[in-house]
């Protein structure tokens, strides 16, 4: 059963930079395209973020060129780097592959407010 863990979310004031991080048990990111997904209040969860074997970006318009992916295939562990943190950005942030898995952690939940 594949299980994952965020961690590293709260609360920041808008302009601050924040990483977090995803492990994951029953799948190693090595062989898969992992992904950060995000779920803005009231909307439905949206892709931003995957990697394979080199970072790419999905361009998710309000955070393009802001949020960066980023993985050790030794901790199995991915991450993502948030810069210059806007309102707009406050979401509860997933991790998962990319096509997702039906199975979900509980995220972790970032927010962006003065």
């Known amino acids: 059963q594949v299980q994952f863990v965020e961690s590293g979310g709260g609360w920041v004031q808008p302009g601050a930079s924040l990483r977090i991080s995803c492990t994951a048990s029953g799948i190693s990111f090595s062989d898969v395209t992992v992904a950060w997904y995000r779920q803005i209040p009231g909307k439905e969860r949206e892709l931003v973020a995957w990697t394979t074997d080199y970072s790419m970006t999905y361009d998710v318009t309000s955070a393009k060129g802001r949020l960066t992916i980023s993985k050790d295939d030794t901790k199995n562990t991915v991450y993502l780097s948030m810069n210059n943190l806007k309102p707009e950005d406050t979401a509860v942030y997933y991790c998962?592959?990319?096509?997702?898995?039906?199975?979900w952690g509980e995220g972790t939940r970032v927010t962006v407010s003065s």
């Open positions: 998962n592959k990319w096509p997702p898995l039906d199975s």
